[in-house]
C-alpha cells in the first residue's frame, strides 16, 4: 500500500499542529511546526520546518529547516519583548494582547503550486512565491517572487525564470496541478521523460 492516502496526512514523529487545515496526500516531516496555516494537497515538508499564517498551495516541496512567516517582534514600540503580549506569562493579574496576536495571523505568506523551498530558506509574511518557482538553499524571501522565477541570496533576488515567459504561461493555463488523482496516474509517465514543450503539445495550456 502507498503511504500516503488522501484520507489522512502523514505526520512523522514529533510535528506539531495548531488550527491549520491539510490536503489529500500530504506529508509534515518530523519535527516540523505549523500554525494557522494550509497546506495543499500533495504537498509536503521535510524535517524540522517551521511554517506559520501561511497558505501553501498543491504540490509544494519544502525543504528541511525552512521556516515560512515567522513571526515579528513589535519594533515600533519601546520594547521588541514577550512581555508586552504574552502578559500573562509573566503576571498573575495581566491579559495576553489580542490585537497583537490577530494582527500577526492576518500576515499571511502565499505559496504557489509546484514550488521548491530550499533547506534552510527563509520567506518573510505576507510574501508571495509564484506558481512554479525555485527558492535555494539559504536563501531569506523579502519580497514577491514571480511565477517560475529561481531566486537564491541574503536577501533572494532572482537568478533565472525556469521556463521562457510562454512556456510559463502555458503551464499555467493548463494548471496539471488540479488534476484528479486517476488523471496524475495515466500521465506519469509523460511527466517523467517528456520535455516541456512536447508535454504542452500533448496536454495543451
Not at 491539510?22 to 500554525?35: A, H, M, P, T, Y
Not at 499571511?108 to 530550499?118: M, V
Not at 535555494?136 to 517560475?148: F, L, S
Request: aromatic letters at 10%; hydrophobic letters at 40%.
Amino acid at each position: 500500500m502507498p503511504r500516503l492516502t488522501a484520507e489522512t496526512p502523514y505526520l512523522h514523529a514529533d510535528a506539531t499542529l495548531t488550527d491549520c487545515q491539510l490536503g489529500r496526500f500530504v506529508e509534515i516531516g518530523q519535527g516540523s511546526r505549523l500554525l494557522n496555516s494550509e497546506i495543499g494537497d500533495y504537498s509536503y515538508c521535510d524535517r524540522y520546518a517551521d511554517i506559520a499564517n501561511t497558505t501553501v498551495g498543491k504540490f509544494a516541496n519544502i525543504a528541511s529547516f525552512t521556516r515560512i512567516g515567522p513571526t515579528d517582534h513589535p519594533m515600533h514600540r519601546a520594547s521588541l519583548h514577550h512581555f508586552l503580549y504574552r502578559s500573562a506569562d509573566y503576571w498573575e493579574d495581566a491579559q495576553n494582547d489580542p490585537d497583537f496576536f490577530a494582527h500577526r495571523a492576518s500576515r499571511r505568506a502565499q505559496i504557489g503550486h509546484d514550488t521548491w523551498i530550499g533547506h534552510g530558506a527563509v520567506i518573510r509574511p505576507e510574501i508571495t512565491v509564484g506558481h512554479g518557482a525555485v527558492v535555494a538553499a539559504g536563501a531569506v524571501v523579502t519580497r514577491d517572487v514571480a511565477p517560475y522565477m529561481i531566486v537564491a541570496g541574503v536577501p533572494a533576488k532572482p537568478l533565472r525564470a525556469r521556463f521562457p515567459a510562454a512556456i510559463a504561461d502555458r503551464l499555467i493555463a493548463l494548471a496539471w496541478w488540479d488534476w484528479d488523482h486517476a488523471r496524475l496516474r495515466d500521465a506519469l509517465q509523460d511527466f517523467r521523460v517528456l520535455e516541456i514543450e512536447a508535454f504542452l503539445e500533448k496536454y495543451g495550456g
